[in-house]
Each structure stands twice: as C-alpha cells, then as structure tokens.
C-alpha cells in the first residue's frame, strides 16, 4: 500500500549527519521526510543496548569534530547534547607507560619524563597544530568549486580561498603543505624523539584509513583529526553521554521540534527518476513517498550505484564513483565487563581509566599491524583505541560493571578467504589477547564481547567495505574531487537529486558538517 | 690569480649544464671537480680489469629540449640511442611483457596476458603523457615564492597555459588526481593483469625509499614520464655509454672559456656579511668569485660547505628535516657469457629488464626499508650494456648492471660492511636465477655500490640518488626547503643546480637550465 504524501524534502539515512541537513531544513520551514533503514536512528552515530544493562556507543565512539555553529544554530545543548572530556590519553608499555592529560603540567612532566625535548616541543605543537587546524577552516566551510565548469560563485569561492592561502605565513603554509602529503611518521619525526609518543600521536594519523604511519599521506588524517572543535576548544576530544547515539538523538530532537518527520525499518530501495529529476523515492516495502527533493546521507557507492540506475546517469561519472576509493579497514570489539580492566603500568584505577587507551607502543608495532592488513589478514597485534564509557557515564553499565570500546586496526574488508564466524572469533581473540598483554586481568572479567568485522560494519550499518569516513581521505578524494568532480558541491547529475553525508566534503567523523553545508546549498538554490 | 664571475661547484649532468649556458652567456666561470673526471652520476667506471659500466644510470629518460636546443647538443657528439623494445617486465613462469617504442607492438604483447588491458593500453599511455605534459612545463619554471605569490610571479607562470589551454580544467583535474595516488589506485582504475600493473607500478618506485602502496607514487611516476613523447617507459641509451652526455656538456663549456678543473675538492664556500665570495680547496687555495652555483645536494651545500653557524636556525631545521634516506644499491656483474633468458632473443636484450611480479613483491621488497634491513626478495632492474657498447666487456663477455630496491642507508642492529654486501649479493642473485638459470656460474667480477658508498665516493647524502626523496612534500616550491626553492639561497651570490632543486633528480639538466637563468638575473 503506498502512501500518496508528499514532502518538500526526503532525507535518505538518519544518520547524524542526514538528520542535520532534515534539522536545518526543518528549521527553514521545510516539510521534510527521514527515512531510516535500521530500528534505531543515528547511523554509525548510535547507542544500543548490546546486551541487557550494558550500552554501547557501537559504531562511532567519541566526538570532537562537531561545529560548533551547528550545535548553536540547532540547539543541541537543548535538545541533550553533553559531552564529557576525555580527561587523557595513556599508552600502555610493557615496563612503563606514557600519559598526556588535560593539564599540561602534568603532561609536560610525564613527557619530560621520557624526554624533556619533546616536553618542550609538545608544548610548541598543540599551538602550531591548532593555528594550522585554523588556517585550513576556511576551507573546509567552503562548498567546493567546480573547477570544469566553474560559475561565478564557483570562482568567487576559489578567490576567497586563494585569498586565504595568501594571508598565511611561510611557516604556517610549509607545515600545511607537509601535511597534506607526508606521512604522519616523518611529519612528527621532525618534531619529537620519544617512539610510544610519536607512534600515539602518528595513530590519529592511521585512524578510519588503510596506511600506515610510515605512509605518505596518513599526516593529513592526522591533521583532519586535530580539527577538533569542542566548544571552540581546538583538539579537545569528548565523550558524549549517553553515548554518541545521544548526539544522534539531540539532532532527531531538534529535527522533530522544527517539524520534521522521520520514520524508522523504512528501508529505502531506490530514488524514484522521472526525465531526470529526482521526485520521490520508493522503499523495499513497495511504499513510496513524493518529494520536490530526495538527499541521500548514504555514502557515494550507495547513493548513486544502488539508489539509482546506472543508465540514469553520465557514464563518466558512473566511472569516477566506480574509482572512488573506500577499503575498510576497521573493526570495532565491544566488551561487557565484569570489573575494571587492571593495567600492569598503572595498576588501579585513575585518570588513565578516564580517557583514551592507546595501544600504540612503537611506530613498528602499528607498521606490522598494517602490514598483516596490507596482505590480505586483520592484525595479529592490532592498534587499539579504547575508552571506557562507564566511567564517564555510569548509566552506560550496570552498578560496578563496565563498558569498553576497542576501536581496532587493521581489518582489511577484502580479507584472505573472506571473513566468516571463525574469522571473527579469531579476531576477537587478537584483539583480547593484545590487550591482555598490558592488562593481564581483562580474560577473566569479559562477561560478553560484540566483534564487528568491516564486513559486519558494512552489512548493519550501510558502510560501503566497512569504510567508517564513507570513502578514503586521501588527497584526491578531498574537496572537490570529494566524491567527484562537478558534483562535489552537494548536488548530483541527477537534478533534485542530493548528497549530505560523508563521502562529500569535508568528510567523515560526527562533524554535522556535511550534513549542515548541504543543507544551505539546498536552501540556497530553492 | 684570475677572479672569476662564477665558481661551479660538482662537475655533475647539472653542474657542466649550468657552467656551458653562463660560459655561452659570457660569464668567466670555473668548473671545480672533487672527482677525477666529470660526470657525476652519468659516470662509467672500469669495475674489473676490462669491464666497464655506467656506475649509476643505464638510461637517460628525458634530456631537458631547451639545454638541447641551446647548446646544440647534437652537434657536439651527444648520440642518443632509442632500442626498439625499451623495456621487458619478466614475471613468473618465464612470461614477460615487452614495451616497445611502437605502442601496437606493446598492444599485442599485453594481449598475450588480457585482451581487456591491451585494448586500454593506447589510452592509459596517452593519458600519462597529457599529464607528464603539464609537468614538462611546470619543470621550466623557477617555482614561485608560495604563499606570496604577486602578479609577477602569476605573470612568470604563463607558459602553463599551454597545456591548460590544450587538456582544459579536465587535464588539471585529472594531474591533481594522479598527483598524490598510490599505485595500486592508479592502475585499479585501468588494468587486470597482475604483471602490466607491477610494470607500471615500478616505475612509480623508481630510486625512492617507498613501496608502491605510498601516496604520491603517481607523481613519481608522471616525472619518468616528462617529454616522453606519449611513450610509456620512454628510455634513451647514450652511445658509448651515459658518460658521453657529461663530455657533451663538458665540450661545449670548454669551447665557450670555461674553465674545468678536476681532482679539485671544494672544503668550504666562503661568505663574509654581503654573502659569499669565493671557496677554499682542500690544497687550501682559495678562489674567488662573484657569484658560487653549487651542483651538490643540499646538505653538502649548506651544512658542509657553508657551515651550521653561517646559517639562520630556521632554515637549519628545514634543511635538516629534507628526506635523503637512500635505499637503492647498484650492483654490476662482470659475465663470462652472454645470459639466456627464455623467450628472449638477443637483440631484444639490449632493453632494460625488470623483475615484478606483483606490486605486493614490489611492497614487500620496499617493507625492508620501515624495518632497517636488505629485503631478501629485491626489486631488480638490469641493463646489459656490453651489448650497446662492445669496449665495456672483452669479445664474447658481458656486464649485467642491477638497480636494487631496497637497500637502505639506514639500517636497524647493523651497518653496511662487505658481509652485508656479499647478502646483498646473494639476494640478487638469487632474484636473477629466477629469470637467467645459470646466472652464479657465469659471473666473473662482482662490484656493488652500497648507498654507503654512494654517500662516501661520490657525495651523496644518505646515498640518495635525487639529492633528497621524490616526494610531494619535497617538490617545487618545497625543494630543497620552502625558503630557498628559487634556485637562489638565503645566502647572498650562492645558487643551488643540483638534483635537490626543482625539479629533482634523474639526468635531464632542466635543473641546471634553470639554475643558469637565475644565476644570469643576478
């Protein structure tokens, strides 16, 4: 039975950052439509209770890259946005450990600790590093020209930011163009001396991405990472109560209260094409809804291989998305515990159970773990990032138990044999046994365990090959050429036809900002 | 005591390209050489009593036009050889793709391995050769002074509206997307057959530290590619060996005045506040000069030669963060006989060879250079050059010369020493005895020159044979340093020519021809 109802606007995905482009339109007094495959909104923004009593932020784990002006101009404090700072970063040695906290004498002395010129340094970089996460903002709040067939706003756009690059210094434009193409190893070899802080540095470098620290390239990832904005704070990473499904919830909250609707298990088949507009689209169910527009949050692979008929669009176009690159090479292990996890380098409990674990204890250890990926298996001795949401958040778990997060690399998706139950087994087990070296206790105190493989990520979440940023961010797949030339500006060959998610610029991390720069194009050209 | 207008320092491809355009223009200009002849990296050297070989390059790839042109280089005894095949890709199971001059015959010997691929191989090259294109241009310029870039320096640019003009926007796009990919990216998007992708992808790891799975590979790639002619794997062999391009360029500075000393070791380049002014030698004369051109790599340059103390603290640490981290060694072979390699007939030996069967060989091998140690299975490239000049081995013998990847400057729990070598040895040797079954007992004389010695006899910061890495972090207007990529330095009359300016390495003089024109605006 189809619904004959139609929508000035349907948003396919309520992902975080569909759900934003469905707010700001609501907010401009759109009637708008989200359609939501899954029970549960917020993509790969969500919490979900895996086992009873015990809540995970499955997918996506903290949050730093949110603007500011769209938790502002969507009142998300309001509507249940809170985030909790991560209150230091530790990473576990066999003898030793290094920690770097919120207060930066203490984490002056702990670097000084291994070494005093890095704790000079240290304390240079965040500064440098936060006036070129400035220096590139512009940028990334420009919607890309199109430079085959610019328009005037198109030019104007590339002026202001020609313009911009001209007002920067030497220093600031020489340390972003080695950002832009080295590696984050040599990026930070130029800077510090102390391996587990370099290769714990180099690690936001490797994150989401299928390099490692040692390939070039991998310093932009680092650098995108460092574009942190909590409150204006650069390079601030929190943690979100709730989990980062709250986030999601916020935005769905500030959605419904500027009038839009959305509708859960609405699993969307295909965009509807009538002469080459976009009117509607019809889901598996056989419903169909009418819009004056269609957005997709989807990734580009899903958004114009699956949604759309390849014959409906340029066949050079079809090619570039073809050749858009997105290998996963994640995979998420989500643990019930019993206890706290006890760190033979720091026993007890402390600021370091408060904040991100790394497993990063040398450039080699992330290198060989690439290594395992690069040919063809998931890492035998992975790298690990870990929170511990229950202490942040004691709702996250039942009284005196816990919740931990293991961000892991590597998992390639196309693994040899292909993954299946065993494979994922084993690659919990890598995983446990990895962290087991560090914290000997943790065997004893995993009540349940929740293994996501990228092929795992890619069949519940709608991530193409388990790619978390919905495509590689390598250089030329960022900005305009992010998903593909001509069409890096939100809109597609396919005219009412868009896209919102984080296959366009700027990328991937719960930003809202695709989300929010599509929606002003659209509102733009209504 | 003559002074003179210009000292050249290193009598390299770079430096004799420099000293014969200011010695046409006018200039009163002396050449000094550490070595005993010139040449630089284009040298031969005798490597066994009556074996012969280019020490470091078999091919030349692109010779700059405007350095032709200008000095009128085939005039003055540069003959430039183009074999037919110009180079065999051998796989495994004997099978090889041959690429030719002629790109049909390339055609049909990809056929042989997919139908799919060599119907794409016309325009995959000619893509490449739209791209090198813009580079060719690019390469003319003196890089602009980023990020302040005036209406000047806009102004100077202008021949780039050529290709811009010919390729369109498109063409840009496309150079800004082959620009920083990896291999594996670039031929995904073009071909199935495992043993034309690692031929391709080799070219893209030609001398550099990394595997093929880095960033940036593609401009690599794009720069052996530069006046190419639409040729993939565009090769040229100098007749008589690659040192005859260096005595080319050496006889044209001469029959224009200049003055080339050899045996002449440059210990300091010698500055007082208003720059510099003259050098020391080792004899510990001193020369003086308007204007010094250094030919060697920045390093040398500036921390030898000039000295830390003459140096702003900034621009020490941009010249101490420049990535050299050589990791190729050459090894030549003295042969009793001329190798069998199965399929392969005589005359399409006289071609350059490469050993890849797969671009994960290509990774692994390049994966020794992260840990510190040989890889045991080599990227192998070989030339036979005894059978292009006959006077490099005795009637009926040959020399087999080997470019191995990767053999790092920088190695983990150990050094270069001759047991290291005699592994090195080992592990090319038993990478050619894939290819040429009988290879160990036809072999005389071996020499192998470690990126050690590279670094020690002929000067070679870290053995790198580009005067620093290849990699986009280290181009144009980044290369050497951000503040000195004009060819001019932060020091007063001293000018860069070498291979660590803009735009690198690799035997083409444009670095020189460049150089010469700034060191002409004074």
């Known amino acids: 039975m189809s619904k004959i109802k139609k929508y000035d606007a349907i948003v396919i995905g309520g992902g975080h950052n569909g759900l934003t482009a469905a707010a700001y339109l609501g907010r401009a007094g759109k009637k708008v439509l989200v359609l939501e495959r899954r029970h549960v909104l917020g993509g790969a923004a969500v919490t979900e209770e895996v086992f009873p009593g015990f809540k995970f932020s499955v997918c996506s784990y903290v949050v730093s890259l949110m603007k500011s002006n769209v938790m502002r101009e969507l009142m998300l404090p309001k509507f249940g946005l809170e985030l909790l700072p991560l209150e230091s970063t530790m990473t576990p040695l066999d003898n030793d450990y290094l920690i770097r906290t919120a207060d930066s004498d203490q984490t002056y002395r702990e670097i000084a600790r291994h070494s005093k010129k890095d704790a000079e340094n240290y304390m240079r970089f965040g500064p440098a590093m936060g006036q070129i996460g400035m220096a590139v903002r512009p940028i990334l709040e420009t919607i890309a020209p199109n430079p085959i067939r610019p328009s005037l706003s198109d030019i104007s756009a590339t002026k202001k930011i020609l313009d911009h690059v001209k007002s920067l210094t030497s220093k600031q434009f020489e340390y972003l163009t080695k950002l832009m193409t080295m590696s984050s190893a040599d990026f930070l070899d130029e800077w510090f001396e102390y391996e587990p802080l370099k290769a714990t540095m180099s690690a936001s470098g490797i994150i989401g991405t299928f390099m490692g620290p040692r390939s070039p390239g991998s310093a932009y990832v680092m650098l995108h990472h460092y574009m942190g904005d909590i409150d204006g704070a650069y390079r601030s990473w929190g943690f979100q109560r709730g989990g980062t499904g709250a986030v999601s919830m916020a935005i769905a909250r500030a959605a419904e209260h500027f009038g839009v609707d959305m509708m859960t298990e609405a699993s969307v088949e295909k965009v509807i094409v009538k002469n080459g507009r976009a009117v509607g689209v019809a889901l598996e169910n056989g419903d169909e809804y009418n819009s004056n527009i269609v957005i997709s949050g989807l990734d580009p692979k899903l958004t114009f291989l699956k949604m759309l008929d390849e014959v409906d669009l340029p066949s050079d176009f079809v090619t570039a998305i073809k050749n858009f690159r997105i290998r996963g090479s994640s995979g998420k292990v989500n643990l019930a515990l019993d206890a706290l996890p006890n760190f033979t380098c720091l026993p007890g409990d402390g600021h370091h159970l408060r904040g991100a674990i790394s497993i990063s204890p040398s450039y080699d250890h992330l290198e060989k773990a690439y290594d395992d990926a690069k040919y063809g298996d998931f890492s035998e001795a992975p790298f690990m990032d870990i929170i511990l949401p229950s202490v942040l958040d004691p709702d996250m778990a039942p009284p005196g138990k816990h919740v931990m997060s293991c961000f892991v690399q590597y998992a390639p998706y196309d693994i040899n044999g292909g993954w299946n139950d065993q494979k994922r087994e084993d690659f919990g087990d890598a995983v446990i046994n990895t962290i087991a070296r560090y914290a000997p206790n943790i065997k004893d105190i995993i009540l349940h365990r929740q293994i996501l493989t990228p092929a795992d990520l890619e069949s519940t979440f709608g991530l193409t090959e388990g790619n978390i940023f919905h495509g590689e961010l390598t250089l030329q797949q960022l900005f305009s050429l992010r998903p593909a030339v001509k069409w890096a500006d939100y809109t597609t060959p396919i005219k009412n036809y868009f896209q919102c998610g984080s296959g366009t610029h700027p990328g991937g991390g719960i930003t809202g900002s695709p989300g929010e720069m599509a929606a002003k194009k659209i509102l733009g050209t209504w | ?522």
């Open chain 2, 1 to 522: 005591m003559s002074n003179y207008d210009v000292i050249i320092i290193g009598a390299g491809i770079n430096g004799l390209a420099t000293a014969a355009i200011l010695g046409k223009a006018g200039k009163h200009t002396l050449v000094l050489e550490s070595r005993n002849k010139v040449g630089g990296m284009a040298s031969s050297m005798e490597f066994a009593p009556g074996y012969k070989c280019n020490v470091f390059n078999d091919t030349i790839k692109w010779i700059d036009p405007r350095l032709v042109k200008f000095l009128d280089l085939r005039t003055k005894g540069l003959e430039l050889e183009q074999p037919e095949i110009l180079r065999i890709a051998l796989g495994e199971n004997s099978e090889h793709i041959a690429f030719h001059k002629d790109a049909t015959k390339t055609v049909d010997s990809i056929a042989r391995h997919s139908k799919n691929d060599s119907e794409r191989w016309k325009d995959f090259s000619s893509y490449i050769s739209k791209l090198a294109h813009f580079l060719e241009k690019a390469y003319e310029l003196t890089p602009p002074n980023l990020p302040n870039v005036g209406i000047k320096e806009i102004l100077r640019m202008r021949s780039m509206l050529g290709p811009i003009s010919k390729h369109g926007t498109r063409g840009i796009v496309d150079l800004l997307r082959v620009v920083p990919m990896m291999m594996p990216e670039l031929v995904d998007e073009w071909f199935e057959n495992e043993l034309l992708r690692s031929a391709i992808a080799s070219s893209g790891i030609h001398h550099l530290s990394f595997g093929p799975y880095a960033a940036g590979t593609g401009y690599n790639l794009l720069h052996q590619h530069v006046h190419g002619n639409g040729i993939f794997h565009n090769a040229q062999f100098v007749k008589g060996g690659t040192e005859n391009f260096a005595i080319a360029l050496k006889d044209c500075a001469e029959s224009s005045g200049v003055e080339i000393k050899t045996s002449k070791r440059v210990i300091s380049i010698n500055t007082d506040q208003k720059g510099c002014n003259g050098v020391t030698l080792e004899s510990g004369e001193q020369i003086i000069a308007k204007q010094i051109v250094s030919g060697l790599d920045p390093n040398n340059t500036f921390m030898n030669l000039v000295g830390p103390s003459n140096l702003n603290p900034d621009f020490q640490t941009q010249l101490n963060n420049i990535r050299y981290r050589g990791s190729t060694a050459r090894i030549h072979f003295a042969l009793s006989n001329l190798p069998e390699i199965q399929g392969i007939s005589k005359d399409e030996m006289k071609t350059v060879f490469s050993i890849s069967p797969s671009i994960k060989y290509l990774e692994r091998a390049s994966d020794a250079v992260k840990y510190g140690h040989l890889a045991d299975k080599p990227y192998v490239e070989f030339v036979l050059p005894s059978l292009l000049n006959s006077d490099f081995a005795p009637n009926g013998e040959h020399v087999l010369s080997a470019t191995v990847q990767y053999a790092p400057y920088h190695l983990r729990n150990t050094e270069w020493s001759d047991n290291l070598k005699d592994q090195l040895r080992t592990n090319v040797v038993n990478t050619l005895e894939k290819v040429i079954p009988n290879f160990r007992s036809i072999i005389k004389h071996t020499s192998i020159i470690s990126p050690l010695d590279m670094e020690r006899q002929f000067g070679l910061t870290e053995g790198n044979l580009n005067h620093g890495e290849m990699t986009l972090d280290q181009f144009m207007f980044m290369r050497p340093t951000i503040s000195s990529s004009q060819y001019k330095t932060p020091i007063n009359n001293l000018y860069l020519c070498g291979a660590g300016t803009h735009p690198g390495g690799g035997l083409h003089g444009t670095n020189g021809f460049n150089a010469a024109r700034e060191v002409l605006k004074g």
